[in-house]
C-alpha cells in the first residue's frame, strides 16, 4: 500500500557532502513523524535524525551541527543534508515514516535502504 523510496547514497571522500532523498508512495493519507536511520558494518541501527510534520527536528549527538533534515510534506518527502562527512558516518541508510493511509490506519514504514560509504 505504501513504499518508501530513498536516493542518493555513494561513494564519498572524507569532509564532502551529499543530499539523501526519500519519496513516499500509496494510499497516502498523511505524513507524520519521518526519521533517517543508519546502520554501520556489525552494528545496530541507529536513529540518525527525526522531524515532526510541523518541522520540529531532533538528532544523534554524533551528527548534530553537521547533518539536517528536512521535509517537503506537498510531495511526500524527506531529506537528509549530509555536510562534513567522515568515515563513521559509513552505513546504510534507512528512511522511516508514521504514515496514515487512506483507510486512517496509521503504520510504521521502513524503506530498503541506500548505501553511503565515506572514504578516509
Known amino acids: 500500500q505504501v513504499q518508501l523510496v530513498e536516493s542518493g547514497g555513494g561513494l564519498l571522500e572524507a569532509g564532502g557532502s551529499r543530499r539523501l532523498a526519500c519519496v513516499a508512495s500509496?494510499?497516502?493519507?498523511?505524513?507524520?513523524?519521518m526519521a533517517w536511520y543508519r546502520q554501520a558494518p556489525g552494528k545496530q541501527r541507529e536513529l540518525v535524525a527525526k522531524?515532526?510534520?510541523?518541522?520540529?527536528?531532533n538528532y544523534v549527538a554524533s551528527v548534530r551541527g553537521r547533518f539536517v533534515i528536512s521535509r517537503a510534506n506537498a510531495k511526500n518527502m524527506v531529506y537528509l543534508q549530509m555536510d562534513t562527512l567522515n568515515p563513521a558516518d559509513t552505513g546504510v541508510y534507512y528512511c522511516?515514516?508514521?504514515?496514515?493511509?487512506?483507510?486512517?490506519?496509521?503504520?510504521?514504514?521502513w524503506g530498503q535502504g541506500t548505501q553511503v560509504t565515506v572514504s578516509s
Open positions: 522511516n515514516a508514521d504514515i496514515t493511509t487512506t483507510d486512517l490506519t496509521t503504520r510504521n514504514y
Open positions: 522531524i515532526t510534520r510541523d518541522g520540529y527536528a
Open positions: 500509496g494510499r497516502i493519507w498523511r505524513l507524520n513523524d
